[in-house]
């Protein structure tokens, strides 16, 4: 077998125009597929890097949110409520909004602002200058140094802002796991400073963040935050959640379905179109091996190594030009959003195996059907 | 007294149906021995093909039995016939049908490395057929940058390399000019027939008629018997 493998291998390689044509046509499927894919994953991860960065098991919130970015104010009972409902160990208000900061040189900036438990500082980030409780001085600000950082001018401790004319100073430098989506700098500061310095409506609360007290709690904790009129989802429904409002409600599913639609009917053109004109050009040769005495089950193993053996390349070419393009791209734009996961992985190796499993269908049509007496016939 | 290797009896095929039935065979008997080197010859359309198809086991006949070295080859399962054929019998096509991307000696290795001879070993093993049309010294190039002689040599170093005991010669010199088929022939007629192989020849060139042990006519799907033996 390993001799009809080498057979198979060389026929296919060395006829060096069409393997590169059908290389080129998995690699650049497979890239486009990838791509598309990662610069989605990347764009879910920072829609919901609120929900990540703050990290709490479950969120209430009003039943119309969709995203993370999009808080209903609760009123104050609902933090009462869950406090006292069964099941739950601890749960603390947070605040999130946007907010325009008057920068030194008097131009003004779109912040976000999340005000965190006054009591707890529950969903506080890691930081690398200040001190956690120079959050409670006087204007205590922290200041996320991430991709949108020099946006504030580059603060540092002790520097100096006005939010809604009321002064703000940096107290702190912190790192989250992932930036925001929307090129949005963010400031930390308490709850209560929050609500004070940015005009709010009437109710302020954006979600109320719940310790259970076990994971087995979460559904009866849910049962019952329902029963009050509002909804809690775990840090994994509500990344789903944001993450589905982008898929089904802003077109961006179906332009994601289109794209890998696109690079599908690319690869599939481009490469089991030189597969099947690869074997048509074989077609009699392959009769002949027939004739000689090749079985029809062996022809058939040496189709799908050539088909597989393509694929398995092409599929390694193309993640490896993606992972390739994102670095650099991310070496150039730090907040560049694209992020290659196990999901997109998989998509791609479906879609290659997809490829493949088409085109050696088509070829081994053609090559079963090849009788030997038409090789004689002529 | 010689071996018989190939003994068909009353072969009948048709094509189509009804109104588009074809009669391709009819009655078709013969016999051929070892050290023979026995022609089928006639016009196109005579069915010679369709006999040579029949008697290598690449077409079912209607009624009729093939036997090869006592073997009746259509009593065989579709695994059983191409393992028979790749071990005794030998096909050098019209066309030649050699891999243009393969090197000579890989076209040479194909029978033995269908045989699932290790690849070097295959190979090693074709240049010395190679070696016997005396093409060794172009083991590597590709089929396409030898002349048509060179070409149908290799196809004969490809259909002897699994020492076959019947080798098939289909219109052998149809792609070649007159001195080069003859050359050919003269080439197979000392170097590969012997007297433990028979060869077949489906030819309408009557240059090439000089090295035949017998040739047998076909015309309208029937035998016409032995034009000449020089046997």
New interface residues.
């Given amino acids: ?4 493998l ?2 198979a291998y ?2 296919l390689v ?2 060096k125009a069409k393997f590169s044509a059908l290389l080129i046509g998995i690699t650049f499927a497979v890239f486009l597929m990838m791509f598309v894919t990662s610069m989605f994953s990347g764009v879910m991860k920072h829609a919901s890097a609120n929900i990540i960065n703050i990290g709490a098991p479950l969120w209430v919130m009003d039943p119309a949110v969709e995203t993370v970015s999009n808080s209903v104010g609760m009123p104050a009972y609902v933090l009462d409520a869950v406090r006292s409902m069964q099941g739950v160990r601890y749960a603390v208000p947070l605040y999130s909004g946007g907010a325009l900061v008057k920068l030194r040189d008097g131009n003004y900036q779109t912040v976000t602002v999340i005000g965190l438990d006054d009591t707890s500082l529950y969903g506080r980030p890691e930081l690398i200058a200040g001190k956690i409780q120079d959050i409670y001085a006087e204007n205590g600000f922290i200041v996320v140094k991430d991709a949108e950082f020099s946006k504030l001018e580059n603060p540092h401790l002790g520097s100096e802002f006005e939010l809604n004319d009321n002064r703000g100073v940096i107290v702190g430098v912190a790192k989250v796991q992932t930036s925001g989506l929307y090129g949005i700098p963010t400031l930390y500061t308490t709850y209560e400073r929050a609500i004070q310095y940015i005009p709010n409506p009437r109710f302020t609360i954006s979600y109320v963040l719940v310790e259970p007290k076990s994971a087995s709690d979460i559904p009866l904790i849910k049962k019952q935050v329902a029963a009050l009129g509002y909804r809690a989802r775990t840090k994994e429904e509500f990344m789903q959640n944001t993450e589905d409002f982008f898929l089904y409600k802003t077109g961006g599913g179906t332009n994601l379905l289109i794209m890998m639609l696109i690079s599908f009917i690319v690869g599939l053109s481009l490469s089991g179109q030189t597969f099947y004109t690869f074997i048509l050009e ?1 077609l ?2 392959f ?10 089950r ?1 022809l058939v193993f040496m189709i799908l190594f050539q088909a597989t053996f393509t694929a398995f390349t092409g599929f390694g070419l193309g993640i490896g030009m993606c992972v390739l393009s994102v670095l650099l791209a991310k070496a150039r734009l730090p907040s560049y959003a694209a992020m290659i996961t196990f999901s997109n992985l998989a998509i791609s190796f479906g879609m290659v195996l997809v490829i493949a499993a088409v085109s050696s269908y088509v070829a081994i049509r053609r090559v079963l059907k090849i ?3 038409d ?4 | 007294m010689p071996k018989i290797a190939i003994q068909a009896s009353g072969l009948v095929k048709w094509f189509g149906e009804g109104e588009a039935k074809t009669m391709a065979l009819r009655d078709v008997s013969l016999e051929a021995q070892f050290g023979e080197m026995v022609y089928i010859v006639g016009p196109s359309g005579s069915g010679k093909t369709t006999l040579l198809s029949v008697l290598t086991g690449i077409l079912k006949p209607n009624s009729g039995k093939v036997l090869l070295e006592g073997t009746d080859i259509w009593g065989l399962d579709s695994d059983q016939l191409a393992d028979f054929r790749l071990g005794k019998i030998g096909f050098v096509f019209q066309d030649y049908h050699l891999f243009p991307r393969l090197t000579t000696a890989e076209n040479a290795a194909i029978p033995l490395i269908l045989k699932r001879k290790p690849w070097d070993e295959a190979l090693q093993e074709a240049e010395k057929y190679l070696d016997v049309v005396g093409l060794k010294s172009r083991a590597e190039l590709p089929p396409v940058k030898l002349s048509g002689g060179e070409q149908q040599r290799v196809a004969i170093a490809r259909a002897i390399a699994s020492q076959p005991d019947i080798l098939i010669m289909d219109e052998p010199t149809a792609s070649l000019d007159g001195d080069t088929g003859v050359a050919i022939l003269s080439f197979v007629q000392k170097s590969v027939l012997s007297k433990d192989r028979c060869i077949i020849v489906v030819t309408h060139d009557d240059r090439i008629y000089q090295f035949a042990t017998r040739i047998l006519k076909m015309e309208d799907g029937r035998l016409k018997g032995s034009e000449k033996s020089t046997a």
């Fill in positions: 077998m390993k001799g009809i080498k057979l060389k026929l060395n006829d074989n009699e040769r009769g002949a091996l027939k004739a000689i005495g090749e079985k029809s062996d009788e030997p007496f090789i004689f016939r002529g």
